[in-house]
């Protein structure tokens, strides 16, 4: 089995590299990361560098915040490209602008590296269940070579197409996911207001036309007030701002999306930006 480096231990990367242990794969971590520890105590190597892990390892995975991060780890001093062997397997598994996946993917191929943007969906019950929806951009050849690390972080598993197409896919999946949650947050503000039981009305439409995920899971969330992230509002926010970024590249009107995505500014200003993205409902309330 291919020896995996994997650069990025939060709520998402953490139990996704434990899911690679638990597979069966060697594993290396950065020893900087705060979960480093608990990485090595269940099997994993750690490294002080990106280049020093780039250089051990066949496979690299990143799971990191936005795009300037994994272009720092790629591309910074002591960063992967200065370890990394031809023949290696690059994966971004991070959420990032497609036209920075599109970038490192030349960076890499520069180096005799072949390269996927890999985002998932899910959220971190994916992550730790092993049920990640992952959306792939890259050649046929480095997928089949990474469907069985795949396999063992999430289920539903698709070659997008060419480089930049998974993180293409991913600010759709942030759009739909993100009105989505704007549409539950109003209609339980609206219910509440008028004194409609929120429990009631969320089982009786989760039978109808309107049942989603997110009505099931988010919807749950917000009659809890159970606001703890499984993902950020902040991170959030930034994938609607690449999700409009993309859109002006190709002169696509979102304006459903920049609502939204003003709306998650304005959680971000009140300093709701650590919880999850559920709290969307709180500004609705005030």
């Known amino acids: ?9 939060g709520i998402m990367g953490k139990p996704m590299a434990l899911n690679l242990l638990k597979a069966g794969y060697s594993v290396s971590v950065l020893s900087t990361s ?7 105590e269940a099997g994993a190597t750690a490294y002080a560098t990106s280049k020093e892990l780039a250089a051990q390892c066949d496979v690299i995975i990143t799971m990191l915040p936005d795009s300037p991060d994994v272009e720092q780890v790629v591309s910074g001093a002591d960063g992967v490209l200065e370890g990394i062997q031809a023949g290696t397997l690059f994966i971004d598994m991070s959420t990032i602008a497609p036209a920075t996946a599109v970038n490192i993917y030349h960076l890499m191929q520069a180096k005799g590296v072949e390269a996927l943007d890999a985002p998932v969906s899910g959220g971190q019950v ?3 269940g092993a049920t990640l929806s992952i959306m792939v ?5 480095a997928f089949e070579r990474a469907l069985p690390l795949f396999q063992a972080m999430g289920k539903n598993i698709v070659h ?4 930049g197409a998974g993180q293409t896919t991913k600010a759709c999946n942030q759009m739909i996911v993100g009105m989505t949650i704007q549409a539950v947050a109003e209609a339980f503000a609206l219910a509440q207001k008028a004194g409609v039981d929120l429990e009631k009305m969320r089982e009786v439409l989760l039978g109808g036309f309107a049942q989603s995920r997110i009505l099931d899971l988010h919807g749950k969330r917000m009659i809890d007030r159970n606001f703890n992230p499984g993902f950020k509002v902040k991170l959030h926010k930034k994938d609607m701002g690449i999700a409009l970024q993309t859109g002006q590249e190709f002169s696509v009107p979102l304006k459903g999306t ?3 995505a003003a709306q998650m500014e304005a959680a971000v200003a009140q300093g709701n930006g650590e919880l999850d993205h559920s709290s969307l409902l709180l500004l609705l309330e005030k």
């Not at 089995?1 to 231990?9: A, D, H, N, P, T």
């Not at 705060?34 to 090595?40: G, K, Q, R, S």
């Not at 997008?160 to 480089?163: A, L, M, N, R, W």
Request: aromatic share 4%; proline share 3%; no cysteine.
């Open 137 to 141: 951009g890259g050649s046929a050849n």
């Open 34 to 40: 705060a979960a480093a520890t608990e990485l090595t």
């Open 1 to 9: 089995m291919e020896k995996v480096g994997f650069i990025g231990l």
């Open 126 to 128: 994916g992550a730790v």
């Open 160 to 163: 997008i197409g060419e480089p």
């Open 258 to 260: 920049a609502l939204v």
